[in-house]
C-alpha cells in the first residue's frame, strides 16, 4: 500500500523557514507527480506546490501565488522523498500541511488515504 510520512513542520515567528519532508513508499516513486497541500482550521485542503515525475521531461514546479516567490518543491527519486522548503514564513500559512501523488493537470488526488500530516504555526 501507498504510504506518505510528512515531517519537519513546527512553530516558528514570522520571517522564519522551515523545510518539510515526506517519505514515500509502495509505489515507483519517479513515475509520479507529487504535490503539498495544506488545510488551515476551517477551511478547504488546497493544493500548495507540485512537482511533475520527472520521466522524460525537463523539471517543472508549479505553486498557488500565495506562497510564490517563497516555497520550494523538489525531490530526491534515490531516496523517495519529496521536500518543501519554506522561507519567509507568514502567519497565514498556519496550517496542517500534507504530501500526496497527484495528477499534475488537474491536482487530482491519484491513490492511497491522508498521511497524519505535519503541523505549521506561524506567529506574528
Known amino acids: 500500500q501507498v504510504q506518505l510520512v510528512e515531517s519537519g513542520g513546527g512553530s516558528v515567528q514570522a520571517g522564519e523557514s522551515l523545510r518539510l519532508s515526506c517519505a514515500a513508499s509502495?509505489?515507483?516513486?519517479?513515475?509520479?507527480?507529487m504535490a503539498w497541500f495544506r488545510q488551515a482550521l476551517g477551511k478547504e485542503r488546497e493544493g500548495v506546490a507540485r512537482i511533475n515525475n520527472l520521466e522524460d521531461e525537463d523539471v517543472w514546479t508549479d505553486y498557488v501565488d500565495s506562497v510564490k516567490g517563497r516555497f520550494t518543491i523538489s525531490r530526491d527519486n534515490a531516496k523517495n522523498t519529496l521536500y518543501l522548503q519554506m522561507k519567509s514564513l507568514k502567519p497565514e500559512d498556519t496550517a496542517m500541511y500534507y504530501c500526496?501523488?497527484?495528477?499534475?493537470?488537474?491536482?487530482?488526488?491519484?491513490?492511497?488515504?491522508w498521511g497524519q500530516g505535519t503541523q505549521v504555526t506561524v506567529s506574528s
Open positions: 500526496a501523488v497527484i495528477n499534475c493537470r488537474t491536482w487530482t488526488k491519484r491513490f492511497g488515504d
Open positions: 509502495g509505489y515507483t516513486f519517479d513515475r509520479y507527480c
